[in-house]
């Protein structure tokens, strides 16, 4: 994961970089999972918005309580300037993260929050997409496992194809202005 830091903060500092035509490694790819509303949903948005990506908790009290605001943020930002990004979680918690306590959860940070659940050979895939790892770091006695998981914000065109990387300790006018300028041919 240390590479696609390094690599997420060039992209975010080099102007040479970030005008390169693709990612220099490969993540992404087709997923199906349950969204809140237990409809079934695709890495392709329905409404054909760009999409800002995360794996975690609908509720957590770690690095999503910065990150899932984070996106919030970045959404409300971009929105000002005509461009529609749709911000999803995907979990790393099933158990946790139900299709009933998902929504109530995410609402909190803003209206149009999509959280994805699915069986665990269904987020495996998505998870295998974005090589995302995750692993039981201890045992909370009133929230049960807590899992260590990434912590970028991966930028989806509406087809679902990664466009860049957000680093989640860039400030939200930073990741506002790295988001417009990648999806802003999106919405």
Known sequence: MMRYSLLAAL????PALADQPSLP?????????????????TQVDPAGNAQLLFFGYANCREICS???????????AVAAQ?????????????ARDTVAAMGPALKQHHS???????TPDQLQVAYDAYQIE????????????????????YLLDAD??????????????????????????QS
Do not use: W
Request: aromatic fraction near 10%; include cysteine.
């Open 112 to 118: 149009d929050f999509i959280g994805l659940t699915g």
């Open 134 to 153: 995750t692993e039981e770091v201890f045992f909370d006695p009133e929230y049960g496992p807590v899992y260590a998981h990434g912590s970028f914000l």
């Open 25 to 41: 490694f490969n993540l992404g790819g087709a997923f199906e999972l349950t969204d809140q509303s237990g409809a079934q949903r």
């Open 160 to 185: 679902g194809q990664l466009l860049t990387l957000v680093p989640p300790v860039v400030s939200p006018e930073a990741a506002a202005g790295i988001v417009a300028k990648y999806a802003s041919g």
């Open 66 to 76: 910065a990150a899932l605001p984070l996106m919030a943020q970045i959404a409300d």
């Open 82 to 94: 005509g461009i529609a990004v749709t911000p999803v979680m995907i979990t790393v918690d099933p």
């Open 11 to 14: 992209l975010c500092a080099s």
